[in-house]
């Protein structure tokens, strides 16, 4: 536990990219009427792709294994760190979405949105970017700890993939209440899910 605290602490400070940290900042994407705001979600997870480009140019893995600490506890502190990041996104981003859904529900530009609005689907769309990240990246990329172009590759493949059908879905009938920018929607998804 000890060791996993300062790993963790080492790709804080040493081994994160400062875009890692200024890509954060794209969770504000949420603002943006009028845009695929799940975007944001790719360009968070694309600052962490930058974190394991600057470690592998910098020989950061081996550094980090020739510690005495164990191999896994190495792997843990990046998959730690990488949900850090993609954490701190998700709570600005559903800060955002908190404000827009009570507050600003009658500023025209969010009203007349044709694009997904932030709501309860956008955090969730968001959620699974990150996991599709996790999943392709972060394995794909610790098969050979050196690796990581195809990986990312794939994921900017699947991302799209999902961020298309994301912005499609609304569109859909009877699919509209994803799209929903007023906490008073939200009883239809209720009814939905008593009715199953």
Request: charged fraction near 10%.
């Amino acid at each position: 536990m000890k060791n996993s605290r300062k790993l963790l602490g080492k790709e804080m400070k040493l081994a994160a990219s400062p875009l890692s940290w200024l890509f954060i900042a794209f969770s504000l994407m949420a603002f943006i009427p009028g845009y695929p705001i799940l975007v944001g979600a790719f360009f968070v997870c694309f600052g962490i792709f930058h974190s394991f480009q600057s470690g592998r140019e910098n020989n950061d893995i081996l550094y980090t294994v020739l510690l005495p600490v164990s191999k896994t506890d190495a792997v843990k502190a990046k998959y730690k760190f990488t949900v850090l990041i993609q954490m701190i996104a998700f709570a600005i981003s559903a800060v955002i979405t908190i404000l827009r859904m009570l507050f600003m529900t009658q500023v025209q530009p969010y009203i007349a949105n044709p694009m997904m609005n932030a709501n309860q689907a956008y955090l969730a769309y968001m959620l699974l970017v990150f996991a599709l990240f996790n999943w392709i990246f972060l394995c794909g990329f610790f098969k050979t700890a050196y690796k990581f172009g195809l990986p990312f590759i794939l994921f900017i493949i699947f991302s799209f993939l999902l961020i298309t059908a994301a912005e499609a879905l609304h569109f859909i009938p009877g699919l509209a209440y994803l799209n929903a920018i007023r906490p008073r929607h939200l009883h239809l998804l209720q009814g939905r899910h008593e009715a199953l």
